[in-house]
């Protein structure tokens, strides 16, 4: 989004996590790194308040942009306590800060504060644009859909690809180990395959672990079945990562509702069918609008184990299937751009799209 709004011609600050790794230098905006680390947790939310406190007067000014649940906090506190002033307030929503966000009395209140306030703002689904007016109305006059796009350094075209060394086929997953990302559906369904095809695939999953009793589930899992191999990757970095969506053959996330958790759209479903890779995913929140089910991929109603076994068949019985939708998936993954996204959050001018 800052490239984005840089190469429209404003000028672009963007503040981030402090990194140990070098600094890129060809940035088309300047990058402002904070005494944080990345994540959304307390001390960091701590942290950007004293930012928001010591650069207010330079605020005024500014158009600031928040896009993320932990900035958005740390917003609502200093504008609570009175600190702060800007030009323009714009912001982006994903879908579960909403719920969670509602859920809370307190937060509810702030977050009515924050919308209210809000200049526009920018939501990647249809569907989360309606869970946005649904819970918070008042956002509804000034909401717009701004779609997700790959980020700007995102290989679309795959590199040549390599041949993995076990001759089968595999079903890539990445995200992180979490109930609310699915990994232990697509684990089973792909068990329940007949046995003759169960042997020919290989499941891999990539992603940090953030719930150490889910990954001992999934590994309890995959020992219970030695007739599907499954290797877990860990978290890769990411050229590591191109290698292994170059060496897969389909990308499977089939993400659940998670208490006030929901797959709000889904940026990864883009990076696997820029790769080249058919998905298969559920049909949750906002994915169905960041895969085209029957051309990008399959999607499946949640918790019908039977149907999403079936969809995993689909593909891997037929190449020119996989051939076909990895194809589409490049073309559909070039539509999506942050720069009409930008138009939108950031022109002086009324946007020629109205809030739908």
């Known amino acids: 989004m800052g490239k984005a709004a840089a190469e429209l011609g404003h000028s672009v600050e963007v503040w981030a996590p402090h990194t140990d790794s070098p600094e890129k230098t060809s940035w088309l905006f300047k990058v402002r790194r904070l005494p944080v680390s990345n994540g959304h947790g307390p001390l960091n939310r701590l942290a950007l308040v004293r930012e928001f406190i010591r650069e207010r007067r330079r605020l005024r000014q500014a158009t600031v942009y928040?896009?993320?649940?932990?900035?958005?906090?740390?917003?609502?506190?200093?504008?609570?306590?009175?600190?702060?002033?800007?030009?323009?307030?714009?912001?982006?929503?994903?879908?579960?800060?909403i719920r969670r966000f509602h859920a809370n009395p307190l937060l509810r209140v702030l977050t009515r504060r924050l919308v209210r306030k809000a200049f526009r703002i920018g939501t990647l689904a249809r569907y989360t644009q309606q869970l946005l007016s649904e819970r918070f109305p008042e956002a509804a006059t000034k909401t717009f859909l701004t779609p997700g796009a790959l980020r700007t350094d995102f290989?679309?075209?795959?590199?040549?690809?390599?041949?993995?060394?076990?001759?089968?086929?595999?079903?890539?997953?990445?995200?992180?180990?979490?109930?609310?990302?699915?990994q232990l559906l697509s684990l089973q369904a792909l068990q329940d395959l007949p046995e003759p095809?169960?042997?020919?695939?290989?499941?891999?999953?990539?992603?940090?672990?953030?719930?150490?009793?889910?990954?001992?589930?999934l590994h309890a899992a995959a020992a219970?079945?030695?007739?599907?191999?499954?290797?877990?990757?860990g978290n890769l970095p990411d050229d590591q990562l191109e290698t292994v969506y170059d060496q897969a053959d389909i990308f499977a996330l089939?993400?659940?509702?998670?208490?006030?958790?929901?797959?709000?759209?889904?940026l990864v479903y883009l990076e696997a069918s820029a790769r080249g890779l058919p998905v298969v995913a559920h049909r949750v929140g906002g994915v169905a609008e960041a895969v085209d089910d029957g051309r990008t991929g399959l999607l499946v109603a949640p918790h019908h184990p039977a149907a999403l076994t079936e969809a995993f068949r689909s593909l891997?019985?037929?190449?020119?299937?996989?051939?076909?939708?990895?194809?589409a998936g490049r073309t559909w993954a070039r539509q999506h751009s942050w720069t009409r996204a930008a138009e939108l959050l950031f022109s002086d001018d009324s946007p020629a799209d109205q809030p739908s």
């Not at 219970?224 to 990757?233: I, T």
């Not at 891997?316 to 194809?327: H, K, P, Q």
């Open 66 to 97: 928040l896009s993320e649940p932990g900035p958005m906090l740390a917003w609502m506190l200093v504008s609570f306590l009175g600190a702060l002033r800007v030009r323009r307030l714009v912001l982006t929503f994903h879908g579960s800060e």
């Open 155 to 182: 290989t679309v075209n795959p590199r040549t690809p390599r041949k993995n060394d076990s001759g089968k086929i595999i079903v890539l997953t990445v995200g992180r180990l979490h109930p609310r990302k699915g």
């Open 197 to 217: 095809l169960r042997k020919r695939v290989e499941y891999w999953l990539v992603g940090p672990t953030l719930a150490p009793a889910y990954e001992r589930a």
């Open 224 to 233: 219970s079945q030695p007739g599907l191999a499954v290797r877990f990757l």
């Open 254 to 266: 089939t993400s659940i509702d998670h208490g006030h958790s929901v797959e709000g759209f889904g």
């Open 316 to 327: 891997l019985e037929d190449d020119a299937l996989r051939r076909r939708m990895g194809e």
